[in-house]
């Protein structure tokens, strides 16, 4: 079960997700991963023989290369692959125009 909100609008916080197990995530995957003792979700931007470049979908961090043994899986969700790239690309910059302007009108 999900918490936070860093890859809305495509998993809320509370969505329940499986999780394929698997060290060779694709780019647009969504990747399960581990950082500091906690498990995150994130999307892959890049991947290579070592890891992967994951980034959030609402851009509330910065992208991050992740080595592949802290790696768990994948969750297959819609968009995928280049598609989910360029997907997470526009969310990142559609959220972070959000907090921009809200910051503003405050």
């Given at each position: 079960?999900?918490?936070?909100?860093?890859?809305?609008?495509?998993?809320?916080?509370?969505?329940?997700?499986?999780?394929?197990?698997?060290?060779?995530?694709?780019?647009?995957?969504?990747?399960?991963?581990?950082?500091?003792?906690?498990?995150?979700?994130?999307?892959?931007l890049?991947?290579?023989?070592?890891?992967?470049?994951?980034?959030?979908?609402?851009?509330f961090?910065?992208?991050?290369?992740?080595?592949?043994?802290?790696?768990?899986?994948?969750?297959?969700?819609?968009?995928?692959?280049?598609?989910?790239?360029a997907?997470?690309?526009c969310?990142?910059?559609?959220?972070?125009?959000?907090?921009?302007?809200?910051?503003?009108?405050?």
């Amino acid at each position: 079960k999900t918490t936070g909100g860093c890859m809305r609008p495509t998993i809320k916080s509370g969505d329940v997700l499986l999780v394929e197990a698997t060290e060779n995530p694709r780019a647009g995957d969504c990747v399960l991963f581990e950082s500091g003792g906690r498990r995150f979700l994130h999307r892959a931007l890049y991947v290579n023989s070592d890891g992967a470049l994951l980034a959030d979908d609402a851009g509330f961090t910065p992208a991050v290369f992740v080595p592949k043994n802290f790696i768990f899986g994948v969750c297959r969700v819609f968009p995928s692959g280049a598609a989910g790239v360029a997907y997470s690309f526009c969310m990142r910059v559609f959220f972070r125009l959000g907090r921009a302007i809200k910051h503003i009108l405050k």
